[in-house]
């Protein structure tokens, strides 16, 4: 069983930053695509951003040029999201999942001034 949790959310003004955390651990037999997702007051929930074990990434287009996904170098089951230019739209919970279904609780993150 994988365990992931996430961490780094909060309360930041329109056009600044934050970074969240997500670690996976448990019974883990290989380094698998790690990625974050959010869901809005009243939405579904939507893709952000992934990164593959080879570390091929991929955006949502909402938040391409903001955000940049990464994997620790040491930690491999440690990925972050650096959210720069963060805009009241970006207010969601923030989901981190490792495939193929093992998401973590979610981290708030608000959006205002």
């Known amino acids: 069983q994988v365990h992931v949790v996430e961490s780094g959310g909060g309360l930041v003004r329109p056009g600044g930053s934050l970074r969240l955390s997500c670690a996976a651990s448990g019974t883990i037999f290989s380094i698998n695509t790690m990625g974050w997702y959010r869901q809005a007051p009243g939405k579904e929930r939507e893709l952000v951003a992934t990164i593959t074990s080879g570390g091929s990434t991929n955006y949502a287009d909402s938040v391409k040029g903001r955000f940049t996904i990464s994997r620790d170098n040491a930690r491999n089951t440690v990925v972050y999201l650096q959210m720069n230019s963060l805009k009241p739209e970006d207010t969601a919970v923030y989901y981190c999942?490792?495939?193929?279904?093992?998401w973590g609780k979610g981290t708030l993150v608000t959006v205002s001034s």
């Open positions: 999942r490792f495939w193929p279904e093992a």
